[in-house]
């Protein structure tokens, strides 16, 4: 499995509060959290917003299984062209790992149609993040509810389409809930986005949040093409209208 984790790399250089969290950058815990919950054999790799192409050329893409995007306030500067060309490569079949505020990007309006807008935020409320569908890969191993002692509440509603699956559910303590957990099919490609990741807390280093991401990866990868069993010539395969 190959992925890349895309990151912004603004607010990391622009404000301490940022810094002082992630003084490297979100994509250098990000990585550091999926090569150690999937393994040597995952290749993970880093592309940053203000390298050419953003990072994401095609044939970067087309050696990506699995994207992670996250982005804030620079995200009206990614090009159209790249955007387009991570559309493209979702609907043939690359999952797509929209986090936090990344919600309103224009990669993700250009998948869902839909802006993303939230009914108000607020930095700092401790959050409870439930899990509803229990049974769904994304929340294997994931205690029910995961503490964030400190995060940012983004309000409902939320300019979303309704999730093909509702994987999570967010409770803050001024009393609002979010959709914060959710996973949409696009084409041939699997979408989740996942809204725990405020950049002045410590969210991407607490064990759970780590879990979630690497489950997300694993759901979002594309399984392996099905291979064309032989035939005599001349012969249909059994069971050929299931399969076909």
Same mark, same amino acid.
């Given at each position: 499995?190959? &992925?890349?984790?895309?990151?912004?790399?603004?607010?990391?250089?622009?404000?301490?509060?940022?810094?002082?969290?992630?003084?490297?950058? #979100?994509?250098?815990? #990000?990585?550091?959290?999926?090569?150690?919950?999937?393994?040597?054999?995952?290749?993970?790799?880093?592309?940053?917003?203000?390298?050419?192409?953003?990072? #994401?050329?095609?044939?970067? #893409?087309?050696?990506?299984?699995? @994207?992670?995007?996250?982005?804030?306030?620079?995200?009206?500067?990614?090009?159209?062209?790249? &955007?387009?060309?991570?559309?493209?490569?979702?609907?043939?079949?690359?999952?797509l790992l929209i986090l936090?505020?990344?919600?309103?990007?224009? @990669?993700?309006?250009?998948? @869902?149609?839909?802006?993303?807008?939230? !009914?108000?935020?607020?930095?700092?409320?401790?959050?409870?993040?439930?899990?509803?569908?229990?049974?769904?890969?994304?929340?294997?191993? &994931?205690?029910?509810? &995961?503490?964030?002692?400190?995060?940012?509440?983004?309000?409902?509603?939320?300019?979303?389409?309704?999730?093909?699956?509702?994987?999570?559910i967010s409770s803050y303590?001024?009393?609002?809930?979010?959709?914060?957990?959710?996973?949409?099919?696009?084409?041939?490609?699997?979408?989740?986005?996942?809204?725990?990741?405020?950049?002045?807390?410590? +969210?991407?280093?607490?064990?759970? +949040?780590?879990?979630?991401?690497?489950?997300?990866?694993?759901?979002?990868?594309?399984?392996?093409?099905?291979?064309?069993?032989? !035939?005599?010539?001349?012969?249909?395969?059994?069971?050929?209208?299931a399969e076909s």
């Amino acid at each position: 499995m190959n &992925v890349t984790v895309w990151n912004e790399f603004y607010e990391e250089r622009k404000f301490p509060s940022v810094s002082s969290v992630y003084p490297d950058g #979100l994509h250098v815990v #990000l990585r550091q959290a999926l090569v150690e919950q999937l393994g040597p054999d995952a290749g993970v790799r880093v592309a940053l917003q203000e390298e050419p192409e953003h990072g #994401l050329s095609q044939t970067v #893409l087309d050696d990506t299984d699995v @994207l992670l995007w996250w982005g804030h306030l620079k995200q009206e500067e990614v090009s159209d062209e790249v &955007v387009e060309r991570v559309r493209r490569r979702v609907l043939d079949g690359m999952g797509l790992l929209i986090l936090h505020s990344a919600i309103g990007s224009k @990669l993700t309006r250009a998948l @869902l149609g839909t802006s993303g807008d939230m !009914t108000g935020w607020r930095h700092g409320d401790s959050e409870l993040l439930w899990t509803i569908l229990p049974g769904h890969p994304i929340a294997g191993g &994931v205690p029910n509810p &995961v503490v964030i002692p400190s995060g940012e509440m983004y309000g409902e509603p939320l300019d979303i389409p309704a999730p093909d699956e509702l994987v999570f559910i967010s409770s803050y303590q001024g009393g609002e809930v979010l959709r914060s957990g959710c996973a949409w099919f696009r084409g041939r490609g699997r979408i989740f986005f996942f809204a725990p990741g405020h950049e002045e807390a410590p +969210i991407y280093f607490q064990p759970e +949040i780590r879990r979630v991401l690497a489950n997300a990866v694993r759901w979002a990868a594309p399984p392996p093409e099905p291979q064309p069993k032989a !035939t005599r010539q001349g012969e249909w395969p059994k069971n050929w209208w299931a399969e076909s």
